[in-house]
């Protein structure tokens, strides 16, 4: 797993975006044979923006980050982008 340098070799990044909407929700899955390590999200922000609301895993459904956004008082639709980092399990 790691090739003596204290660095991990075998991982995964993998990230999913929403289209612009003002509550936009979105998960991302880590493929079978990793282990999810951390993740994220981020929100662009053209208008008066959005809250992240929600950036967590979710292993009800598998090996999964949630993230989740809104506007607020002002509809402004934006773009999230969910993140996931799983290294490789031997």
């Known amino acids: ?3 003596n340098s204290g660095q991990a070799t075998n991982y995964i990044t993998v990230d999913v975006s929403t289209t612009a909407v003002p ?3 979105e998960d991302v899955d880590v493929q079978q044979g990793y282990g999810m ?3 994220g999200v981020s929100v662009t922000e053209n208008g008066v923006g959005n809250l992240i609301t929600a950036s967590y895993p979710d292993y ?3 090996n999964q980050w949630q993230g989740n956004s809104q506007d607020q008082q002002q ?3 934006e773009i999230l982008t969910v993140y996931a980092i799983g290294l490789q399990l031997t």
């Open 1 to 3: 797993m790691n090739n």
């Open 23 to 25: 509550h936009p929700s």
């Open 37 to 39: 390590v951390c993740g």
């Open 60 to 62: 009800s459904n598998g």
């Open 75 to 77: 509809s402004d639709p």
